[in-house]
């Protein structure tokens, strides 16, 4: 994970001046003041595309909160049409989102945004890097504008969501477990619980705990009693980590992570926390659950979700392009 200093380093070393630029476009460093306008932006998307919002501004504004998390905008007539954010991740991923106005995708703006992301990574380029980046199946301007630049699709990703109409099943608990929300003091115990319960799956990397903390516990709008964390004795055997959804609709509840340690599986602890997750939502006045699951899981992620009521209702994919220029730095 970057510290302040190493931002600030790269941030002047990515010369925006230096990234091509579609004709009638300005790109520059996203502000905070710009929360409501890259809201409006990835909203036009997600109503488009499947009619309902994806993110608050509330939201974004978290995300400029974020350590490591380089951002742009593009602009078009003096108003945002595009946002792109970046950031390295563990394993050498320099992770990127972009997101363009419907009303844009005939413009270069997904280019310059990508363009913007590539140079920033490229200030400090180290053997082994790659970029990564997704688009929605409907997504087709940024599908093109990530193959046109050289970016291979490698994997797919799925939203899955249960509809609340009735009350979910009570939860049955496998001997001995207890379960309780998240206490003070957790924090430890329930990350390294975290890390190991993915540690077989695909593209795993431990994420510093620094940064597990900043982009959970730390949230001002962490809600612990959202989290449901399931006891051994004193070991954490499995864990529903959730929070309301990121469109900041009261009535649509997210499960952000589910996890059994690999000593608990399969013994129905995974789908017993998702049932008691669905309860608690719908206790609270949630109408629909959704989650984000790797569509190839090894683990039978996909089916646990579809035994619960679950059904995929939309597809993300993951693209990769590994460097082809020559490395800028070393370390």
Known sequence: ??????????????????????????????????????????????????????????????????????????????????????????????????????????????????????????????????????????????????????????RHHLFMLIELSSEPPDP????????????????????????????????FQVEPFALWRERTVQRDDFDPSLWLIAWDGEDVAGFSLSSWHSSGDPTYGWVHVLGVRQRWRRRGLGSALLLASFSEFGRRGATRVGLAVDAESLTGAVALYERVGMSAVRRYDIYEKRWSWGLASKP
């Open 1 to 154: 994970m970057l510290g302040s200093e190493d931002v600030v380093s790269r941030s002047e070393q990515a010369d925006l001046s230096e990234i091509p630029v579609g004709e009638g476009q300005t790109l520059r460093p996203a502000e905070e003041s710009d929360a409501e306008a890259i809201a409006a932006v990835a909203n036009a998307i997600s109503e488009r595309l499947y009619g309902e919002a994806a993110v608050s501004p509330d939201e974004i504004r978290r995300w400029f909160a974020y350590t490591g998390l380089e951002t742009r905008v593009v602009e078009m007539n003096g108003h945002v049409v595009g946002y792109m954010d970046v950031e390295r991740r563990a394993g050498g991923r320099i992770q990127m989102d972009v997101c363009v106005h419907p009303d844009a995708w005939g413009s270069a703006a997904a280019s310059t945004l990508i363009g913007a992301a590539e140079a920033w990574a490229r200030a400090d380029t180290r053997e082994g890097d790659f970029m990564r980046a997704f688009a929605f199946e409907r997504e087709d301007y940024l599908r093109q504008a990530l193959e046109d630049r050289g970016y291979g699709f490698i």
């Open 172 to 203: 049955r608990w496998p001997e001995g477990i207890l379960v309780r929300p998240f206490r003070p003091g957790d924090e430890r115990a329930v990350y390294e619980a975290d890390m190991e319960a993915f540690s077989d799956h695909w593209d």
